[in-house]
């Protein structure tokens, strides 16, 4: 075959007469090491699919996620006759160690066979299991179904990112994100209102997950409807079709031979090394990754302190003597629960100066750094310590001032745990991009069994110490955190360059995404907008 060469900005590539007319027809193209990758306009590359496809299927993705509920161990108790301790087990741990164990597993396997179909058997079997939990009057139906539902809940948790990087390039993801984190921080601080509010309604607890079961039902009839995101899957699909003779014109499956040859990062030779891929690789990044570990803590701390408030707010509201509350008034109680949510939104302004800060570097064409956006992570590890000690001296029985001042201190909180697990995530996604999700595998794992301890931490910490002495402790262990973002602008490059697998993860990266750009050693390399 008489080679024919197309000129890029970074080289000359070479193709055939006769295989470049096929390749283009579904997208690809093959590059100057012979392997077949994405053309960058091909309108089958998640990232040049159209605004409202990108839309929608992002839009049902977060709402899965958003849509959480709080545990109502207190009201299901009495009915099975558990005491406290036993009823937040079965109600709580269990689900948070569901979510645990599946934030281990999920994120190799999305990346194995795809963003779909984890996200279509967990919307499922989510479903399932709040039936299981409403439906069936037996206490084992609670600690099965409580932990089957929190192994489902983890998927779009750890998937999303990925599904994000895989749709949306750079300037556009650090919105995704954030709308993505603020969305399931508002879910987990709005599920003790819905749920307690549900149950004054007379209906009893199971009301909660009867209605839990039919709206995870309508999630997965919208995720019936979402397409597979993942692009070495759609080029591994693409590579199929061509095999069976689809590349010649024919589609009769009797195609010539073509040299079929392609970079395919999720290949796995054996059930051995899938198995390593699943179980030990995670495990392994979570203990020897620096950068891994130390988003791993900040994180799962930080969030599990919404958890904290679920079991000790009620009973510290409880104890007010303005604002009408009473002790035992869980739904009056919950409401406090609302003052997150302004906090919250404030973690959209941070985004303006990281905008900012990249466009400056666009300009004059400098490369876009992970450390460039965590100014917010900068703002939120203070926000947190402050808000926490503002809280912790301003309810009783220090002190018996009105309601509004100890509920002000929840904003700053807000923000900070929001933030936080934005920012975080953000840096996992910008740091280890094409395993975005692999690289959550640890802090899911972390963040999920330290959220299902808080609940029993706050039902032994608070009573012993008191309100005052308690709350301190958890602001002592937040002013920690605040070295941390300096610790990140001064040694975070220096650990992802020294990381192997951070390296391997851009390598990848650059092989299988769109845009390309001359690297320094002139090679014609893609890499990330």
Not at 11 to 22: C, G, I, L, N
Not at 122 to 133: I, K, N, T
Not at 183 to 197: D, E, I, K, N, Q
Request: include cysteine; charge should be neutral; proline fraction near 5%.
């Amino acid at each position: 075959m008489k080679p024919l060469v197309v000129e890029t900005k970074c080289e000359a590539v070479a193709a055939t007469d006769d295989d470049e007319p096929d390749l283009a027809r579904l997208g690809l193209r093959r590059g100057s090491d012979g392997l077949i990758t994405w053309l960058p306009d091909s309108r089958d590359h998640p990232r040049n699919w159209s605004r409202g496809r990108k839309t929608f299927d992002i839009g049902v993705i977060i709402f899965f996620e958003f849509f959480v509920y709080a545990s109502v161990a207190r009201a299901a108790q009495r009915e099975y006759n558990l005491s406290q301790i036993p009823a937040l087990l079965a109600f709580t741990f269990m689900y948070n160690l569901g979510q645990s164990l599946a934030g281990l597993l999920t994120p190799p396997l999305s990346e194995r066979f795809g963003r779909k179909p984890p996200y279509l058997v967990s919307s499922a079997l989510f479903s399932l299991s709040c039936l299981v939990v409403a439906g069936v009057h037996h206490p084992g139906a609670v600690w099965t179904g409580r932990f089957l539902a929190g192994f489902c809940s983890a998927v779009p948790a750890v998937v999303t990112a990925g599904s994000i990087e895989d749709m949306f390039d750079g300037r556009e993801r650090v919105w995704l994100v954030v709308v993505w984190n603020a969305g399931s921080t508002a879910g987990l601080c709005l599920g003790p209102v819905y749920a307690s509010f549900l149950l004054r309604l007379g209906e009893g607890w199971r009301v909660v997950f009867w209605t839990a079961a039919g709206v995870t039902a309508v999630c997965f009839l919208g995720l019936c409807f979402v397409r597979e995101s993942r692009p070495s899957c759609l080029l591994r699909r693409k590579i199929d079709f061509l095999r069976v003779g689809g590349g010649a014109g024919t589609g009769t499956g009797e195609g010539r031979d073509m040299e079929l040859d392609w970079f395919d990062p999720d290949r796995t030779a054996e059930t051995k090394s899938l198995v390593r891929l699943v179980l030990v690789q995670p495990l392994r990044l979570l203990f020897t990754e620096p950068i891994v570990a130390m988003v791993t803590l900040i994180s799962a701390v930080s969030w599990g302190i919404v958890y904290l408030f679920t079991e000790s707010l009620p009973a510290i509201y409880g104890t007010l003597e303005s604002g009408g509350f009473v002790e035992g008034d869980a739904a009056r109680a919950s409401l406090v629960f609302l003052a997150f949510l302004p906090g919250i939104g404030l973690s959209f302004l941070p985004r303006l100066w990281d905008r900012r800060v990249v466009a400056r570097r666009l300009e004059r064409g400098e490369r876009i750094e992970p450390e460039d956006k965590i100014t917010g992570f900068i703002l939120a590890a203070p926000a947190l310590a402050i808000g926490l000690a503002w809280f912790a001296w301003t309810v009783p029985p220090f002190t018996q001032l009105h309601w509004l001042v100890p509920t002000a201190a929840l904003i700053p909180i807000g923000f900070a745990v929001n933030e936080m697990a934005y920012t975080l995530a953000a840096y996992l996604t910008d740091a280890y991009l094409l395993y975005a999700a692999s690289a959550f595998c640890g802090l899911a794992f972390v963040r999920a069994l330290v959220s299902g301890l808080m609940p029993l931490v706050a039902q032994q910490m608070y009573p012993a110490l008191g309100a005052n002495i308690a709350g301190s402790v958890v602001a002592g262990a937040a002013l920690v955190f605040c070295l941390a973002p300096w610790v990140f602008c001064k040694y975070g490059r220096r650990l992802r360059e020294r990381s192997p697998f951070a390296r391997l993860s851009l390598e990848n990266h650059l092989k299988t995404s769109i845009s390309s750009s001359s690297s320094k050693d002139g090679s014609c390399l893609e890499r990330q907008l």
